[in-house]
Structure formats: structure tokens, C-alpha cells
């Protein structure tokens, strides 16, 4: 009967996971249809993502908001420079994909390793943003994102490897992007992250 009882109470902790999850994906979606809204909502979701998994804390949509606030008023006009450069480079792809001639293996040649640096770039920054402190910026974060990408440039490169992959069936399945859009790169930069806040581990640092 125990064991019973067990089992039941570890299935609804692990919905009570996925709930907290989909919402959390479902509030980003909302708050991310403006454009200057969208990183810093993707920004807030990673910080809120350890206490989501590990159900340590209550109130998540009051956690999300409050570093919807702090993360829209350091990084909204970075998120929104991100957002134009990372439209005009999905165009450049586009355009030279379906282009002809010699100049269009040149230019995939430099815009798809490109492509994926910058990628890789921005899961190391979701990675070291989650531990950020308050008064962190921008620069720490970018200079910290570039130690993160050069120590863990193999597990990253996966990590790129499988976002592409899942924006690949999602553009085959666009209900997946409802579903994991903010979510998936979070995800994924949890678990390059290890999975953890550096302010619970061993040493009690934070590094930005």
C-alpha cells in the first residue's frame, strides 16, 4: 500500500513539473509577442527554470515576472538588436540557399558555421544568465558566455545540433514551437549548465 502511495505521489510531483513547465512556456509566448519583450521573456524563463524542475519554491508566475522586470530593463535593447540581427541572418540563409553560381557556395561556406557559432553563443549566454547577479549586464554576460562556449565547446556543439534538429521538426510540426519554443533552448542550456543554480553548489559563487 506504501509503495503504492509512493508511486502516486511521484507521478503528480512530475506532472506538477510539466505543468508548471507548459505554463511557464504558455506565459512566454504571451509576453514574447512583442518583439523587444522576447528575449527578455526568454531570459526570465531560463532563471525561473531551476526552481520549475526542482518544485523547491512556490509561485512561479510571480518568480517569472519579477525577472521579466529585471531582465527587460539590462538586456530589452541588446534582446532587441539580437532579434534584428538574428532575423537578417535567417534572410541571408534563405537567400543563399535558393541562390545559383559559385558565390553561393562561398557564402554558405561562411554564414552556416556562422550560424551555428552564434547559436552556441547564445546557449552559453542562456547557460551563465540563469546564475547572473542583479546587478549583472550585458558585457559580463557575453564575456562570460564566451569562457562558457570555449570550456564546453563539444557538449555545446550538441546542444546546437539538437535545437536545429528540433527546429527542424517544428517546421514540419509548427504545433511544437506552441509548445517549445521558449522552452527547448532553455532546456537545453539547463543541461549545459549542469542542471543547477551555482548559488546550490559546493562553493557558493557566483561567477558574473
Known sequence: MEQTGGRTN??????????????LQLTF???????????PAAFALQRVLPE????ER???MRMFFREFKWAFKRFWLSGFGLYFGGVMLAFGLAFWANATGPARIFALVILIPLTGMIIGLYLSGLAVLRDAGDDASMKTVF????????????PVAGGVVGL????????QVPTLLVVGSGLVPALIAYW?????????????EVSI
Do not use: C, P
Not at 511521484?10 to 505554463?23: F, I, N, P, Q, Y
Open 10 to 23: 511521484s507521478v503528480l510531483a512530475k506532472l506538477t513539473v510539466v505543468g508548471d513547465l507548459l505554463l
Open 29 to 39: 509566448l504571451v509576453i514574447s509577442a512583442g518583439i523587444i519583450t522576447l528575449f
Open 143 to 154: 564575456r562570460q558566455a564566451n569562457l562558457f562556449l570555449l570550456r564546453r565547446s563539444l
Open 192 to 204: 549545459l549548465g549542469g542542471g543547477r543554480r551555482l548559488e546550490e553548489k559546493d562553493s557558493g
Open 52 to 55: 520549475a524542475i526542482s518544485q
Open 164 to 171: 536545429l534538429t528540433w527546429f527542424a521538426l517544428a517546421s
Open 58 to 60: 512556490t509561485g512561479m
